[in-house]
């Protein structure tokens, strides 16, 4: 099942606007990570946020979690056309095992035009 | 900083044949993960490994096998390869005390 889901599927702004993105998940989670993905090309790590956080800045990026609503927001402040990628959360679920899978939800692609 | 490191970047394979991708992780990471992403899809994990013995495992087909070896590397072994096999291979390294994974810039492998 899946386990992240983001919101929206799309998003098209102008440059120098705000993105925001959603994720909700399903099951308890160490930490939860967005990446950025350029079309056919690898994924960026982008930040980490632990369960025990609420919020994360890094550059342009602010980061939420809510754990008691199972969800977490990506903000990008004044978007540049650079910023055009696929955005994907990712969860660490809450267990001991070592190599822990994460598992990705279905992306934002976002589109910042110039 | 050095990154995740992963060969081929592209592969050209006929059905029925074998692929081997290797990942090399970065420095001092104890951990590999291997991902696949068909088009227009989110990552699936396949598979991970912690101090070279399977730590996890996903949506691998038994077709498909992987190990990490004794300088962390691992390699990705996929044989009788389909069509649907055609996707990026991702490799993914981390520590096992702090699970943030970093991506190798991926493999893809196309079978035609």
């Known amino acids: 099942s899946q386990q992240g889901e983001e919101d929206p599927q799309a998003l098209s702004i102008q440059e120098g606007e705000n993105a925001t993105m959603n994720c909700s998940y399903k099951?308890?989670?160490?930490?939860l990570q967005w990446y950025r993905q350029n079309s056919g090309r690898g994924l960026v790590h982008l930040i980490l946020?632990?369960?025990?956080?609420r919020e994360k800045h890094s550059g342009r990026l602010r980061v939420t979690l809510d754990t008691s609503k199972k969800s977490s927001s990506l903000l990008i402040t004044a978007s540049r056309a650079a910023d055009t990628a696929s955005y994907f959360c990712a969860t660490d679920p809450l267990n001991n095992n070592a190599g822990n899978m994460l598992t990705f939800g279905g992306g934002t692609r976002l589109m910042v035009k110039p | 900083a050095a990154g995740v490191i992963q060969s081929p970047r592209h592969l050209i394979k006929e059905k029925r044949e074998t692929a081997t991708l290797k990942c090399y992780p970065i420095?001092?990471?104890?951990?590999v993960y291997w991902y696949q992403q068909g088009p227009g899809q989110d990552p699936q994990f396949l598979i991970s490994?912690?101090?070279?013995?399977?730590?996890d495992k996903g949506s691998i087909p038994d077709r498909f096998s992987a190990q990490q070896f004794s300088d962390y590397h691992s390699e990705l072994n996929m044989s009788s390869l389909e069509l649907g096999d055609s996707a990026l291979y991702f490799c993914?390294?981390?520590?096992?005390?702090?699970?943030?994974?970093?991506f190798g810039p991926g493999t893809r492998l196309t079978v035609l």
């Open positions: 099951t308890s989670i160490n930490n």
């Open positions: 993914a390294s981390s520590t096992v005390l702090y699970n943030e994974q970093f």
């Open positions: 490994f912690y101090e070279k013995m399977q730590s």
């Open positions: 420095p001092r990471h104890d951990t």
């Open positions: 946020i632990r369960s025990n956080e």
